[in-house]
């Protein structure tokens, strides 16, 4: 098995100063870096990661690894890797399979080399990892399994070394759900997406606004006078419909759950259903973490030159 596999080495200079201006910007986690450095308590313990690999990524493995932890990482979204920050991981001694642009083939694959070092630990973001630890125990079937089965080769049960996880997002928190309430769910998993800090601050102001800033880059629009149409109105849903507003924009509500829908409403906003909203609309955005939210029933009624964006983590909720 290869140590890692990123796009180009020589970019690890520069990753290594986003990991610095990040570092210094994460004091908690610098904190409790010294503390676990002192302590090794992840001693001999391998650590399986599926996570997005960010410069913000890159010190929490770190501090992992400075606990003592053998490190492997492969990206959570194809799309999402900071190759100089990837580089400069692989020079640090972290295992990591991440680069931007990844096929679906490379990304299954990233995973089956994760999951091939059999690990203590895994942590997830979209429970990928996760899934496909699942998958492989209880023979499931699929190309992404075929995939990962032509890495690691017919070892299937994984699953019984692994002792616990974590599960950062609100798609993969749903989707583990879904295993536990069946009686398939093999290992322990900390719903990190759970606790008051993530839901309450990350969800709502960190993907609240980086939602809007990835929109602006993309197209250089200017929100102020525009009508924006969000699809959920859950923590994501609600940060991304604030900052919207603060931009000076009017925005709709499209949420299912009757009292996220009333409160929507008195939060301020507009709410109408999807059909009424797609005639309206300038800039779409969905956060529901469900699929097919925006159909081509809806595309038939919405302005030429409207703009669609999903903020959920699969891209699965315009059809």
Request: with cysteine; glycine share 10%.
């Amino acid at each position: 098995m290869p140590e890692f596999k990123v796009k180009d080495l020589t970019l690890a200079e520069e990753g290594k100063l986003k990991i610095y201006w990040a570092e210094k910007h994460m004091p908690v986690l610098t904190l409790l870096s010294r503390k676990l450095e002192r302590e090794k308590i992840f001693k001999d313990v391998t650590i399986g990661a599926c996570l997005h690999v960010t410069k913000e990524t890159a010190v929490l493995v770190l501090t992992l690894k400075k606990a003592g932890a053998e490190v492997y990482l492969a990206a959570s979204n194809p799309l999402s890797t900071q190759d100089d920050v990837a580089a400069a991981l692989a020079e640090e001694g972290i295992h990591v399979f991440a680069w931007r642009g990844m096929s679906k083939r490379d990304y299954y694959e990233s995973i089956a080399h994760v999951i091939k070092a059999s690990p203590d630990l895994t942590m997830d973001d979209g429970a990928d990892l996760t899934a496909c630890i699942h998958g492989l125990y209880y023979n499931g079937k699929g190309e992404e399994l075929d995939i990962v089965s032509s890495i690691i080769g017919s070892e299937r049960n994984i699953a019984e070394k692994v002792i616990g996880g974590t599960e950062e997002t609100t798609t993969g928190v749903i989707r583990l759900k879904a295993l536990e309430n069946r009686g398939k769910l093999l290992y322990p998993i900390v719903a990190v997406n759970d606790s008051y800090t993530k839901f309450l601050f990350d969800n709502r102001y960190g993907t609240g606004q980086s939602a809007l800033d990835g929109i602006m880059r993309a197209t250089n629009i200017l929100f102020a006078g525009k009508t924006v149409v969000v699809a959920g109105y859950g923590w994501v849903g609600r940060g991304i419909a604030a900052r919207a507003r603060g931009l000076g924009a009017k925005v709709i509500i499209v949420e299912v759950d009757p009292i996220r829908a009333l409160e929507a409403v008195y939060d301020g906003f507009y709410v109408m259903n999807m059909r009424q909203a797609a005639k309206l609309g300038d800039i779409f955005i969905t956060a529901t973490g469900n699929t097919s939210v925006i159909r081509k029933e809806h595309f038939l009624l919405m302005k030429d030159g409207a703009i669609l964006a999903n903020a959920g983590h699969f891209n699965v909720e315009i059809s």
